[in-house]
């Protein structure tokens, strides 16, 4: 069964809207639908029609889609737009303005907004040591108990 299309703005760092990004997510096939409209950079700024915007993002997404494959597990709406903001960042086909939208998104967003990602990452690239941590430390030995 498909859903009805979503749609994320991505603004440019004067706070613009500059980007439109439609899904339409298919959980059956594990797959989101995904079609992009941007404003030409030459558009005056301060004229950018969000209903136009998303009318060319669905035209797009049934015409030239992005297809992002999903994981089983990725079912919440944070996992699926990661998934696609990743999936476009990495695609050629995008333009350049909007993969330094995306690249800005993964960098400032992706640490306020996915702060259990982060924890794990951090937890992956912690150092383990063989011994286990204890909050009290033990007193130092004598030097006959040593020997012994």
């Known amino acids: 069964m498909e859903s009805e299309f979503r749609f994320k703005y991505f603004r440019d760092s004067n706070r613009f809207p500059v980007a ?15 079609g992009l409209s941007t404003v030409h950079p030459l558009d005056k700024k301060g004229h950018y029609s969000k209903s136009r915007a998303r009318m060319i993002a669905m035209e797009r997404a049934a015409t030239k889609p992005f297809i992002v494959e999903l994981d089983p597990d990725e ?3 944070k996992d699926i737009m990661l998934a696609v903001v990743e999936t476009l960042y990495e695609e050629s086909k995008v333009p350049t303005r909007v993969h330094k939208l995306l690249k800005r998104w993964l960098d400032e967003a992706e640490p306020i907004a996915y702060p259990t990602i982060q924890a794990a990452i951090q937890a992956i690239k912690a150092p383990t040591s063989s011994k286990p941590q204890t909050l009290i430390e033990s007193a130092p030995q004598s030097s006959t108990e040593a020997v012994s």
């Open 75 to 77: 079912t919440s709406a």
């Open 20 to 34: 439109c990004i439609a899904t339409q997510v298919n959980r059956a096939a594990n797959k989101v639908v995904v």
